[in-house]
T-cell receptor, first 116, second 110 residues
Framework: EAGVTQFPSHSVIEKGQTVTLRCDPI?????LYWYRRVMGKEIKFLLH????????ESGMPNNRFLAERTGGTYSTLKVQPAELEDSGVYFC??????????????FGSGTRLTVV | QKEVEQNSGPLSVPEGAIASLNCTYSDRGSQSFFWYRQYSGKSPELIMSIYSNGDKEDGRFTAQLNKASQYVSLLIRDSQPSDSATYLCAVTATGNQFYFGTGTSLTVIP
């Protein structure tokens, strides 16, 4: 079984530019989560999709961040325009619909975003 | 504000010793507790989960939970150099969101 795949693995962009991160969850996983780790801080929740619907987006930092999951398969996270404080590692995770958090998630290896 | 606190380390132990990792959490409503292992540049990998007070053992790993004191710990017996990684403590409450600590860096010295 393929794991959670994230593209790109690294991205370096200038302040003010736009970047789009992609996550391909494990096939059949309806739950998809985005998390972010800023340098020196803990991994923090951004949002949760159930299929194509946003179940919880309470962790999205501001309206420069837009997440989509058209068709309930892969998801994209767009940052526009990027700011210096957006630098960090963005993780995606997925789990089956019937499986709550008690069984944990499967994480991708993350996208390291550097805004210069 | 839900907080999960871990000693960032680094924690160094000799090969074959017991490594003890600790975590405290602030939300008394927390229900599920997890330990993830993360190698540098890799994805966090779930190694233990625990939901009830007491100990849970899986191979060389033992998770301990004390809800009254709001702490959860991970013991690694017979530590191996391959155990060298960052260990992340995570908790959940009533929702699907995980709350992570900043992680403890463990180095096992051959």
């Amino acid at each position: 079984e393929a794991g959670v795949t994230q593209f790109p693995s690294h991205s370096v962009i200038e302040k003010g530019q736009t970047v789009t991160l992609r996550c391909d969850p494990i096939s059949g996983h309806d739950n998809l989560y985005w998390y972010r780790r800023v340098m020196g801080k803990e991994i923090k929740f951004l949002l949760h999709f159930v299929k194509e619907s946003k179940q919880d987006e309470s962790g999205m930092p501001n309206n420069r961040f837009l997440a989509e999951r058209t068709g309930g398969t892969y998801s994209t996270l767009k940052v526009q325009p990027a700011e210096l404080e957006d630098s960090g590692v963005y993780f995606c995770a997925s789990s089956p619909l019937a499986q709550g958090p008690r069984n944990g998630y499967t994480f991708g290896s993350g996208t390291r975003l550097t805004v210069v | 504000q839900k907080e999960v606190e871990q000693n960032s380390g680094p924690l160094s132990v000799p090969e074959g010793a017991i490594a003890s990792l600790n975590c405290t959490y602030s939300d008394r409503g927390s229900q599920s507790f997890f330990w993830y292992r993360q190698y540098s540049g890799k994805s966090p990998e779930l190694i233990m989960s625990i939901y009830s007070n007491g100990d849970k053992e899986d191979g060389r790993f033992t998770a301990q939970l004390n809800k009254a004191s709001q702490y959860v710990s991970l013991l690694i017996r017979d530590s191996q150099p391959s155990d060298s990684a960052t260990y992340l403590c995570a908790v959940t409450a009533t929702g699907n969101q995980f709350y992570f600590g900043t992680g403890t860096s463990l180095t096992v010295i051959p």
